[in-house]
Each structure stands twice: as C-alpha cells, then as structure tokens.
C-alpha cells in the first residue's frame, strides 16, 4: 500500500505575541504618582467616622484587576452619601437664592404687640431670607415670566419667626383646598413634561379660565411685576392678614409690605426671554456679586394697621387672599430695614435645607381666619417632614433658633441631639430641670368669639367680587404698564392650543375692562369678543391705587443697574476710562465687552475684558455704550453678535451712548437712532438717560396689543 504522503498541515498563524499582562498593583500598596498627601496646609481626609483615609484614589481589590471588595467601606461609605446627595425639591418654589442678614427695628409697635422684634428700637434680628420662582424646578432658569417667592426666617430673641410670602400682594385662589390643583395646572403638564418654568399652556389657562377668583392675581401675573429685574428690586408681601395682640390681648390687623431701597424696576419682556438663554443664572447671581462686592441689599419693613370696625368698612373682605388693602385707604408706616450682608456658606446646607412655615410664629403675633393661611398653617411642616427626611429638621443649623430651646421630642430620624436624663414628660416630679409652660411668655391665641353660625364646607358672600379689585389694578398702571399686560395676555393665550380656554379667558376680561379684553382678542385674531360670564357680585369701580404702578415709582438711580461698554483693539483708552469712571462714580456697575478677551487699546497697552462679545448679550446690562475705531467698527457692522449687540438694547429701550463707528453698526441694524441714542463724550447726558429705560420708543418698535 501506497501511502499518500500527506503535505504537512501548515500551522495557523500564531497570533501575536500577547504581552504578558502586567499582574503587578501600580501603584503599589496604597500609594501613587498621583495620590496627594496630607501636610503643609492640609488637613487629614478621614471618612464621616473620622478614620483617616491612606488612598483616595483606588477601591479594594483582592488583586489589581480582581472584582472589586465589599469590605471597602470607604468606597461604600463614600459612594452612599453621593447616592444621597439630592433630596425631595420643593414640590413649588424649587428654585431659590438665599442670603443671610438682620432685621432692625426703626419705630416701636408697642402700643400693638408684644412681640419683642417689633418693639425693641434698634435691635437687630439676624435673618435669612430666600426668594424663588413658583414653578420651574430647582435646575430651571431665573427669568420666567412667574411670582417670586419672598420668605424670611427670623431667628427672634422669642424663637423664629417665618413670614413667607411673594412679590405679589394677592393670591390665585381664596381656599388652600383649591392648592394642589393650582400648582397642577400650572407646573409642567404630567403626560408630556413641559413647560418647565411657565404658565403659558392649556392645562394653566384652563384652570384659571375655570376660578373667576383668580382674576385679580392674573392681573399682577401678566404686569412686569412677574419679570423683575433684580430680586434687589422686588417687592415682598405677606399678603394675608396677620393679628398683632398686646399684653391684654387686644387685637389689631396687620398687613407686612417689603419695600426694595433701590426701587422697583423690571426687564422687558422679550429680555426676560433672552436673559433665560444669555444667562440661566441671572437673578442668583446678581444678588451674589451685588452682596459679595459689599453692596448689600436692603429693603424697608413697612405695616398696614387696621382695627377690626375699620376692616368691616372696607368694601371688599381682607380675609380674602384675592383682595388686597390699598395703601391710599390703609397707610403704610415703615417700621424696619431689612439687610441681607453675607452669602450662603454653602447652597444646600442653607439654600435648600431652609424650612420656612407659616405656623413659625412668635408671642404677640398671630393668624387670622384667612382660610388660604389657615391650610398653609399645616401644609409647611408635612411636606418638610418628607423632604428632610423626618421630625428633626428643626436641628439642622439653617433651621435651629437662635435661643435657648427645650421640649420633651424625642427620638426619631436623624435625631443630632443627645437628650439626657430620665424625664421626657410632663407633669413630672423628678427632673428640676425638664422645661416647662410658662403662662408669662408663652404663646397666646387671640381669644376670638367663636361664630354661631353652622358647620360646613363654607365660602363667604364676602368674597364674591371677582372682578373690581382687577379692574382697579389695571387702571392704576401707566400705559406703557396697561400695554404690557395686554401684551402678555396675547402671548401666554398664543400658548394655549385649545380655543375655548383662549376664549373663556377673554370672556372674564370683559367683567374687568372691555377694552383690555378687545385688545387681547384682537392680539389673538378672534373674529367677536366672546361672551363674558355672569359676575357672582356687581363689579364695581374702586379708587385707583397709583402706588401700585412701577413705571412712575422707579429710583431715579443708577445703583444696582449695570452698564455694558463695548471695546475692541484700537478703542479709545482715555474715552474708556472717562466713561467707565463717571459711571461707577455715579453708582453703577461697569462691565467691558470685546470680541476678544484680551485687546490692545489705542495706548497700546494690553486690556482683558470681562466679557466677551458673542456670550456676553446686551440683555445682561441696562444701559450700553461703545468706544470703538472707525475701523473696527467697521469689521463689526458685518458682526451678527455686534448688530444684535445694539438692536437688541435699543428694543429694550436702553440708552445707547453711541460713537461715530457705533453709528456704522446701528445702521447696519436698521436702527434709527432716537433721543435714547448720545454721543459717548456726552457722559452726564448718557448716565441721565440710563437711570430709566426709553418708553416712549416702545411703541415706534413693538406692536403691543
Ligand atoms: Fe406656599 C413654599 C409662599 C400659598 C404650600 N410658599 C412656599 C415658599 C413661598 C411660599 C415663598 C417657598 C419658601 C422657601 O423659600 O423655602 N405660598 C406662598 C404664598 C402663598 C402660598 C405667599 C399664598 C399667599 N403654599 C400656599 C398654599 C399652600 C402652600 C395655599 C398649601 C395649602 N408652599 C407650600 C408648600 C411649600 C411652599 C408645599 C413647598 C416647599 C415648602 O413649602 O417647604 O408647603
């Protein structure tokens, strides 16, 4: 037998030659190139038991590329605490910013109440006061067209004192059971998830279209109230009626009104909206710098005071939250100052762990039968229960009075204190030392007569006009302020898919003033007005209350406001340092913008600006000027950030000190330079001009409804 030689099998190709794996811990043991030691300055990292750390770099492992160890309990530790790091957000008032502060009293009250804050002349009550928008949640922006939350904390000498309110006087709705369904309707629809931050959509409209009560508060939400400016310049109210009691027990109502130092004064509605893309921090980080660089915030602390018979005089019932007190009909008499002087330390520590509740309240004041206070009085302290995790919030520092305090609470989640002793009741016989009442100085209840009306689920006769506390709010305002709201209304329903919302809104606009309601039906292209709904009480005409207008009210100031100068190479030294140093000297801010962050100026020298042209938008400042060279004027005419740089501060009604190359670049925008528009020599004409915006331009460049 033959045998076939058989070709020798070719062997496959070997794969290359693996390296060996290097089976060695780099870095060896416990340390590294990278890993920092402690010394010199720095302490020793310890994990939250205080046991010092030799890595922060590398988990445990039982060799360098084996599974990772569930003995690591630093990496358990550390990685648990991360999970942990965010809690529950305010369910409303998500977003804040917050600063500490005092209070000073300027004018006893004695002769009202006993509550010593408001008595002793002179002393100052350390604060904490956090302002919010309503609906948009903690990561959204600062400018939405919204309410403004107002809550100041004050750590009394006779426990804390919470006065919560908002930027407005009056609220949505009369009864805290018609709550969750307010922020329902105006929070991100729960299907789809949007709008983050704004109360332009059906669900919103739909509700409100459906509580005539809420007319009067839709009012204040479509003025430029609900776009400020600045939280230095917003007002604060505590909207209910509050009881101040004497040492006999004697009652007198009180209204708390916060009046901002440097006036009120708001954006313009198309640069609310680009602030939201210019800058999604701009309130918070207004109030930060201003307070950082040592100007601090202040407001005024003002009371409207009435007796009882002078309330049953006033044609509408101040126990409802939809109805406020004029000042022209009840003055207000301030009391107080307000400064906030010092930043958070840390923003979740203070910022988010902050407690406010309307039930926080000191001896000498008191609740009144306002029956939105009175749910508000048990909705604080439940939802807290759940967003700080248990009963013992009132421990964390932000939340702690500043006096002495003692019960017999025990026990619970995250309990810090360490109680001590045998005795965690009352009455007792064995601890001299367990707290105890105190008929003296404890908390005394206005002793009301009780109604002898009857038990039921109950909305006062009072409360039935709608509609005339409106009316009398829209007529208080300037044009300029009536056109605004008539344009936001056009806006906000332009949101509104479903037609019958659009138009049952317009319906209620009729009962406050017919020509609003034809404007924004006008606005919105309907073809007649639609019927307006039957008013549950005869509408009628109040006084007017000019003094709730903000136009006419702003500061004839330029402290607080910014001016932006834009540079570029070649600009002007001297022209620069002239503008900038008149204007700070008048007491604005000043920031420079170029194109790039570094130039060089006509002297040569080299110059960093604090912005830069395409990221730093006019809507950031209230008034801009422009030093430029013919030539680079020339190159920045043909500039998209440049020409929008100017349009869009002259649509925002800002003065402009423009120079002959700053011409170029307006042109370019088809801009026609107005009275609003100065040359940048003219310094004091410019820094006249920028204490207010240019009104009567608005109507020459927006169609307003
Ligand atoms: Fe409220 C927070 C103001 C009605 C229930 N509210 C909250 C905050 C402010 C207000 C400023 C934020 C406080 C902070 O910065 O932490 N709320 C008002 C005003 C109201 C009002 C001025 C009407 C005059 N609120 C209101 C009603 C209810 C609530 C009728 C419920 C019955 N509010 C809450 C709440 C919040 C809150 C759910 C959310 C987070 C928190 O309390 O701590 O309990």
Request: hydrophobic share 40%.
């Amino acid at each position: 037998m033959t045998s076939k030689k058989t070709a020798p099998r070719k062997s496959p190709t070997p794969p290359a030659a693996a390296p060996r794996r290097d089976r060695s811990a780099l870095p060896r043991g416990n340390g590294g190139e990278t890993q920092q030691q402690a010394g010199g300055g720095h302490p020793v990292m310890t994990t939250a038991q205080g046991i010092a750390l030799a890595d922060n770099q590398n988990s445990l492992r039982p060799t360098a590329r084996g599974p990772t160890l569930l003995e690591d309990f630093i990496l358990r530790e550390k990685i648990t605490h991360f999970d942990h790091e965010r809690i529950p957000e305010r369910i409303v008032h998500a977003r804040g910013s917050a600063a500490h502060g005092y209070f000073e009293l300027t004018k006893s009250l004695a002769k009202f109440t006993t509550a010593r804050l408001l008595t002793e002349k002179g002393v100052r009550t350390p604060v904490f006061t956090r302002f919010s928008t309503v609906a948009g949640g903690a990561g959204s922006v600062d400018t939405p067209r919204d309410v403004r939350g107002f809550a100041v904390k004050f750590y009394t000498q006779q426990g804390n004192w919470d006065l919560v309110g908002n930027n407005i006087p009056v609220f949505f709705i009369q009864d805290a059971m018609k709550f969750p369904d307010l922020v329902h309707a105006v929070k991100m629809e729960p299907d789809r998830g949007w709008p983050q931050a704004g109360s332009a959509h059906d669900t919103f409209w739909d509700f409100v279209s459906l509580m005539p009560e809420s007319m009067h508060m839709i009012m204040w939400a479509m003025s430029d109230r609900t776009i400020p400016r600045s939280l230095r310049m917003i007002e604060g109210f505590g909207v209910h009626s509050f009881r101040l009691l004497d040492a006999e027990g004697k009652s007198t109502f009180a209204k708390f009104h916060w009046r901002p130092k440097l006036g009120i004064q708001s954006t313009v509605w198309d640069e609310a909206v680009k602030l939201q893309a210019a800058d999604n921090d701009f309130h918070r980080r207004d109030l930060w710098e201003a307070i950082d660089a040592g100007d601090f915030p202040e407001w005024e602390f003002a009371v409207q005071l009435f007796t009882e018979a002078e309330a049953e005089a006033f044609p509408f019932d101040h126990l409802d939250p939809t109805k406020l007190v004029p000042e022209e009909l009840v003055p207000l008499q301030v009391i107080g100052r307000m400064v906030l002087d010092r930043n958070p330390d840390n923003l979740f520590a203070e910022t988010e762990q902050v407690a406010f509740c309307p039930a926080n309240i000191v001896p000498g004041i008191d609740f009144s039968n306002d029956p939105l206070l009175q749910g508000r009085l048990f909705s604080y302290l439940d939802t807290q229960l759940s967003r700080l995790g248990g009963p013992n919030f009132h421990q964390i520092p932000i939340n702690a009075p500043k006096c002495p305090f003692a019960n017999h609470q025990r026990d619970g989640h995250m309990q810090m204190d360490v109680p001590k002793g045998r005795v965690a009741y009352e009455p007792s016989s064995l601890d001299p030392e367990s707290p105890r009442a105190s008929r003296a100085d404890g908390f005394r209840h206005f002793a009301e007569a009780a109604d002898d009306g009857r038990k039921g689920r109950l909305r006062p006769a009072s409360f039935a006009d709608h509609y005339s506390q409106a009316r009398m709010f829209l007529h208080s305002q300037s044009a300029p302020e009536q056109a605004h709201m008539a344009s936001a209304l056009v806006f906000e329903l332009s949101k509104v898919g479903t037609a019958h919302v659009r138009e049952a809104i317009v319906g209620h606009l009729r009962n406050i003033d017919e020509e609003l309601a034809q404007r924004v039906a006008d606005g919105l292209g309907l073809a007649a007005l639609p019927p307006a709904p039957e008013p549950a009480a005869p509408v009628v005409d109040l006084p007017l209350s000019p003094a709730l207008r903000i136009i006419d009210r702003m500061k004839d100031t330029l402290q607080g406001r910014c001016i932006g100068i834009l540079v570029a190479d070649g600009s002007d030294a001297a022209g620069l340092a002239a503008l900038a140093k008149a204007a700070k000297k008048a007491g604005a801010q000043v920031k420079v913008v170029a194109p790039k962050l570094s130039i060089r100026l006509s002297d040569g020298k080299p110059f960093d600006a604090d912005g830069q042209l395409a990221g730093t938008p006019s809507a950031l400042f209230d008034a801009v000027a422009s030093v430029l060279s013919l030539e680079a004027a020339e190159a920045l005419k043909d500039e998209a950030a440049a020409v929008d740089w100017f349009r869009d501060a002259f649509g925002h009604l800002k003065a402009i000190a423009a120079c002959q190359g700053t011409r170029m670049i307006l042109k370019a925008g088809g801009i026609k330079p107005d009275a609003g528009v100065v040359d940048p020599k003219e310094i004091d004409a410019f820094l006249a001009l920028a204490k207010t915006r240019q009104w009567k331009r608005e109507p020459k460049l927006r169609t307003l409804a």
